[in-house]
Nanobody
Framework: VQLQASGGGLVQAGGSLRLSCAASGTSSRYTLAWFRQAPGKDREFVAALWRGATTYYADSVKGRFATSRNNAKNTVYLQMNSLKPEDTAIYYC???????????????????WGQGTQVTVSS
């Protein structure tokens, strides 16, 4: 399994970005998730696509972010709208084939990680 995240950049508050994660070696049974880490803070859960079927979001991004997967391209996306300065972080995609639902938001439970992409939201 290899994960390659892209699509980060600099955007003004209220703007949008779409992150992509090429997830080679995964299948629809994998859970694919997004985490982020701001300077001096712990890595936090953002969103996940549970076994290709159900989406889950952190409360802080619910209604603004959406994750989806294109199975033909083996790529997962994170559409981020109404961005806020507090969304500034390095965003990582992660994957697991054996995650249980109760561990969905725990970064240490994911086996595979992409390299991260920087998102900066200016006020």
């Amino acid at each position: 399994v290899q994960l390659q995240a892209s699509g980060g950049g600099l955007v003004q508050a209220g703007g949008s970005l779409r992150l992509s994660c090429a997830a080679s070696g995964t299948s629809s049974r994998y859970t694919l998730a997004w985490f982020r880490q701001a300077p001096g803070k712990d890595r936090e859960f953002v969103a996940a696509l549970w076994r290709g079927a159900t989406t889950y979001y952190a409360d802080s991004v619910k209604g603004r972010f959406a994750t989806s997967r294109n199975n033909a391209k083996n790529t997962v996306y994170l559409q981020m709208n109404s961005l806020k300065p507090e969304d500034t972080a390095i965003y990582y995609c992660a994957a697991s084939s054996s995650l249980i639902l109760s561990s969905l938001r725990l970064h240490e439970q994911y086996t595979y990680w992409g390299q991260g992409t920087q998102v900066t939201v200016s006020s």
